[in-house]
């Protein structure tokens, strides 16, 4: 029998299928070729007790993409969600994670949420609507941008991912139009969200569409990216790079660099090259002590 792993708590697989959820587990032979289930999955499974509705894993479908932190797999889409205050916007966050979609394939969507809070958003929206990607306005207590947000994900896998008290359980309840999963509360302390997740799952919104909540992946790292590709993982600096007169031009110290010409045109924000260089400088120090 055919179906998807929407759920997964301590190696316990919650698979869904035609004939409703099954606790599962993995086959020995699959752990016997290091190849463990992941949330997303498209898997064959074997009844074991149809009235306690549990079954082994028997086989997993050829995956189209994978993240290792939280696993997941077949991802179509991910939903980057910054506030505009409490907590203020993470744009050095929001572009290691950009570029680590883009070294995926993955296509993201930016949610700019609690617009209700402040104006100053629309330098944001602008600059990543310039870039090509695909920016939404909300405000979850308003129910503002939620329709259009909603119209985003009919057919595909989409992961939510934010900093903790951004507003991405407001989001996702308010995309269901109820508790569907447990909203967190700003730290008035510190300002700083309290993580309210802590399993990673697939919540149905409709036929095969599918978005999941997953603890971790706004603090994961982006070491699998080499120092010297990252240019190609920016967007914007992509149609530029010809235009640079040394092959393996990093855009940080050398002269005749079409980057640094892109910057002083226009075609480039200054903010987000001073953020480049920062990611740049991140991995460069990781490869150094990695030997």
């Known amino acids: 029998m055919q179906?998807?792993?929407?759920?997964?708590?301590?190696?316990?697989?919650?698979?869904?299928?035609?004939?409703?959820?099954?606790?599962?587990?993995?086959?020995?032979?699959?752990k016997n070729k290091e190849i463990t289930p992941a949330v997303g999955d498209n898997v064959e499974i074997q009844i074991?007790?149809?009235?306690?509705?549990?079954?082994?894993?028997?086989?997993?479908?050829?995956?189209?993409?994978?993240?290792?932190?939280?696993?997941?797999?077949?991802?179509?889409?991910?939903?980057?969600?910054?506030?505009?205050?409490?907590?203020?916007?993470?744009?050095?966050?929001?572009?290691?994670?950009?570029?680590?979609?883009?070294?995926?394939?993955?296509?993201?969507?930016?949610?700019?949420?609690?617009?209700?809070?402040?104006e100053t958003y629309k330098p944001i929206q602008e600059l990543y609507s310039k870039i090509g990607y695909k920016t939404i306005v909300t405000s979850a207590k308003q129910l503002v941008g939620i329709e259009e947000l909603k119209q985003n994900l009919k057919n595909k896998i989409s992961v939510f991912s934010g900093n903790s008290g951004v507003g991405k359980s407001s989001i996702i309840n308010a995309i269901f139009g109820k508790d569907k999963t447990q909203e967190g509360e700003v730290s008035h302390k510190n300002k700083k969200g309290k993580n309210t997740t802590t399993d990673t799952k697939l919540y149905e919104l409709e036929k095969n569409t599918y978005i999941a909540d997953t603890p971790g992946f706004a603090s994961f790292e982006i070491s699998e990216i080499e120092s010297t590709e990252l240019d190609q993982y920016f967007r914007e600096f992509k149609r530029e790079i010809s235009n640079c007169e040394f092959i393996?031009?990093?855009?940080?110290?050398?002269?005749?660099?079409?980057?640094?010409?892109?910057?002083?045109?226009?075609?480039?924000?200054?903010?987000?090259?001073?953020?480049?260089?920062?990611i740049y400088e991140e991995l460069k120090d990781r490869e150094n002590h990695r030997w």
């Open 3 to 30: 179906g998807i792993i929407i759920g997964n708590i301590s190696n316990t697989y919650k698979v869904k299928t035609e004939q409703g959820i099954y606790d599962s587990y993995a086959r020995g032979k699959l």
């Open 48 to 118: 074991t007790d149809e009235d306690k509705s549990t079954a082994i894993i028997e086989k997993i479908h050829p995956r189209k993409n994978y993240i290792k932190r939280p696993k997941m797999a077949n991802i179509d889409q991910i939903i980057f969600i910054i506030s505009t205050k409490n907590p203020k916007p993470d744009l050095l966050m929001l572009d290691k994670q950009l570029a680590y979609v883009e070294k995926l394939k993955i296509e993201p969507i930016i949610v700019i949420n609690k617009i209700d809070l402040e």
């Open 248 to 278: 393996g031009c990093t855009h940080i110290k050398e002269q005749s660099c079409g980057i640094k010409k892109a910057i002083e045109e226009g075609k480039i924000s200054q903010e987000r090259y001073e953020r480049y260089c920062k």
